[in-house]
C-alpha cells in the first residue's frame, strides 16, 4: 500500500483530487486530500501578456517568506506521512505550485508529482519543478505509479508523462490511449481525508468538505466536447489526443449508482453536472432523464449550448429537475463569434434559444468573453445591441476578461493565421473603453428600463465622457461568487433570482475574471 498525498492548488472545481483518490483507495493504496491557497483574482499573474510570454520558469512570488498556510500543510502531511505527494494544477495555479513545490522538497524527501490542465498544457515548465509529469487524464497513471512505488520498482517509463532520467535529461513517455469512462472509480469525497487550508484557517472534515462542495454534489457524465471553441482547453486538448477519441459518456447504469451512492452517503442540495455540453446526445438524455427523476430525485444544473437543445429536451430536463441551466454566448459580434472564438452559430440562433430556456421555466444563467486583443469598438457596439435584444430573463453573470492561455491556438501567432491576421486589423482598445462598453452591458441587461431607453443612454455622447454617470441605470449581480450563490438557489427552488438591485457605485459594475 502507498500512501499518496493528494493537493489541489487553488481551490474551485474540485473533482479531479476525488476522483484520483477514488481510483487510488480501488486499487488498495491510501489517500489524503489537501485544497491548498484560495485563488485571489488580483494576482499579477492574471495579467494576459504574462500569461503568452511568460519565461519557462516562472517564479514564485516576490515574498518568498513562507506563511503558517505552508506550516499547516507540512504539518498534515507530516502526521500522513505520505510515500509520494501530487499536485492538482491549472494554468492560473502553476507559480503557486512552483512556490509550493519548492517549500515541500525542503521538508519531504517523497516523489512530486504534477498532473492536471495546467500540466497537461505546459509540461516543458512542469518538468522544471516535478520528478513525474502527467500529460494527459491522471486516473491510471497514478494508480501505475503508486502500485510501481509500493513494489519498489522502477516508474520512469509510464505512459503518459514525463520525467527525469539519471543524466539529467527529459524522458518523454508517450501517450496513453484515451480511457473508457466507464473503467473510473467512483470518486471520494470522504470528509475524513479532506483538509482545507488556505491563508490562516486550516478547516477539517465535514467543515472542509462544506467548504469544497457547499453541500452539493458534483459530477460529469462525458469528458470532451463535439466544439472546438478556440478560448477553450477542449481545442487544445481534440490536437493532442483527437477529437473523436476524446469525446466519450458514461454508461447510465453507471452514472446513476455514483449519483444513488452520493444521495446515500452525502445528501446534497443540488446536483451540478458540470459536462461541457450536458444536452447532447437526445438518446442518451430520453433514457437518464425519466431514470434520473424516479432514482434520485435532486434538483440540479447543467451546461447547454444553442445548437444542441430544443423546447421538447428543455421540457425533459425541467420535469427530471433541471430548474437551473448555463449558456455560453461570449459575444454578440458575428466576427467575433466566427473569426476568433470559432462559435459560429448565428445569433439569431442564440436568441431563439434562450427563449426556449425561458419557455420552458428553467432559470437561465449566461456570460461573456470580453477584454481581448481581437475586439475592435465595432464588436463591443454589436454586443450591447445584442444584450438588448437577448430575452431579458436570462441572467447575466458578467464580462470575463479573455485569458491568453499558454499553447492555446491564438496564443501561438506564428503558428496560428487567424492570430496573426485578425491581430493585424485590431487596435487595442483602453481600459476606459472596456469600463464604458462593460458597464452598457448591464445597462442592456436592466430590466427595469424598456428598449428605447437602453438605446438612447447607449447613444449619449455624455456617457462615454463620463461614464460614472451610468451607474445609475445599472442593475445587476454585484459579483460573479454571488451570481453562482443565486444559480444554487435556483437550482434548488426553481424560482427565478430576481435580485436586480443598484450598484452603489461604478467600479462595482466590473467583469468577475
Known amino acids: 500500500m502507498s500512501r499518496i498525498a ?6 474551485g472545481l474540485n473533482m479531479a483530487v476525488p476522483q484520483l483518490s477514488g481510483d487510488l483507495i480501488r486499487a488498495g493504496h491510501k ?3 489537501f485544497f491548498f491557497k484560495t485563488y485571489k483574482f488580483e494576482n499579477e499573474y492574471m495579467d494576459s501578456a504574462q500569461l503568452i510570454n511568460r519565461p519557462d520558469d516562472v517564479p514564485p512570488a516576490i515574498d518568498i517568506d513562507y506563511g503558517e498556510d505552508y506550516e499547516a500543510l507540512a504539518a498534515r502531511l507530516e502526521a500522513f506521512k505520505p510515500d509520494a505527494l501530487g499536485l492538482s494544477v491549472i494554468s492560473l495555479s502553476v507559480p503557486e505550485a512552483i512556490k509550493t513545490t519548492a517549500f515541500l522538497r525542503d521538508r519531504f524527501d517523497v516523489p512530486i508529482l504534477w498532473g492536471g490542465v495546467g500540466t497537461t498544457l505546459e509540461p516543458e515548465i512542469a518538468i522544471k519543478h516535478a520528478d513525474l509529469v502527467c500529460v494527459g487524464e491522471g486516473e491510471e497513471v497514478m494508480v501505475e505509479f503508486a502500485d510501481r512505488l509500493q513494489a519498489k520498482l522502477d516508474w520512469k517509463d509510464i505512459g503518459g508523462t514525463w520525467t527525469h532520467a539519471d543524466d539529467g535529461t527529459i524522458i518523454k513517455n508517450p501517450k496513453r490511449d484515451i480511457r473508457d469512462l466507464d473503467e473510473i472509480a467512483i470518486p471520494d469525497w470522504d470528509h ?13 472534515g465535514r467543515q472542509a468538505l462544506q467548504f469544497v462542495t457547499a453541500g452539493d454534489y458534483q459530477i460529469m457524465t462525458q469528458r470532451g466536447c463535439p466544439f472546438s471553441c478556440s478560448f477553450c482547453v477542449e481545442s487544445r486538448y481534440q490536437e493532442m489526443f483527437g477529437k473523436k477519441k476524446s469525446l466519450r459518456r458514461r454508461n447510465i447504469d453507471v452514472v446513476l449508482e455514483e449519483l444513488r451512492s452520493a444521495k446515500e452517503r452525502y445528501s446534497p442540495g443540488v446536483i451540478w453536472f458540470w459536462d461541457d455540453v450536458f ?4 438518446r442518451w438524455l430520453n433514457e437518464f432523464l425519466p431514470r434520473y427523476k424516479e432514482e434520485i430525485g435532486i434538483p440540479f444544473w447543467c451546461y447547454t ?5 430544443k423546447l421538447e429536451l428543455l421540457l425533459q430536463l425541467k420535469e427530471a429537475g433541471g430548474n437551473c441551466i448555463s449558456m455560453g454566448i ?3 459580434s458575428e466576427r467575433i463569434l466566427q473569426e476568433v472564438y470559432n462559435r459560429p452559430t448565428p445569433l439569431g440562433r442564440v436568441i431563439e434559444a434562450s427563449q426556449e430556456i425561458v419557455e420552458a421555466g428553467i432559470v437561465g ?3 461573456l468573453i470580453s477584454n481581448s486583443s481581437f475586439e475592435t469598438e465595432e464588436d463591443l457596439r454589436s454586443t450591447f445591441n445584442f444584450l438588448i435584444d437577448l430575452p431579458q430573463e436570462m441572467v447575466y453573470l458578467g464580462a470575463g476578461d479573455m485569458k491568453s492561455y499558454p499553447t492555446y491556438s491564438y496564443t501561438r501567432s506564428e503558428e496560428s493565421q487567424l492570430a496573426t491576421n485578425v491581430l493585424a486589423t485590431t487596435v487595442g482598445l483602453s481600459k476606459a473603453t472596456y469600463d464604458y462598453y462593460h458597464n452598457l452591458y448591464y445597462v442592456a441587461r436592466n430590466p427595469f428600463l424598456d428598449r428605447e431607453e437602453k438605446v438612447r443612454i447607449g447613444a449619449e455622447h455624455m456617457f462615454r465622457e463620463n461614464p460614472e454617470l451610468l451607474s445609475e441605470h445599472i442593475y445587476a449581480q454585484t459579483s460573479f461568487e454571488d451570481g453562482l450563490r443565486q444559480m444554487r438557489q435556483a437550482t434548488i427552488t426553481g424560482i427565478h433570482p430576481y435580485s436586480y438591485y443598484p450598484m452603489p457605485a461604478f467600479e462595482q459594475a466590473k467583469a468577475y475574471g
Open 365 to 367: 444563467y449566461f456570460d
Open 305 to 309: 449550448y444553442p445548437t444542441t437543445h
Open 192 to 204: 475524513v481525508k479532506m483538509v482545507y487550508i488556505t491563508e490562516e484557517k486550516v478547516i477539517a
Open 279 to 282: 444536452t447532447l446526445n437526445p
Open 330 to 332: 461570449q459575444s454578440g
Open 31 to 33: 489517500t489524503r486530500m
Open 6 to 11: 493528494i493537493i489541489k492548488i487553488h481551490p
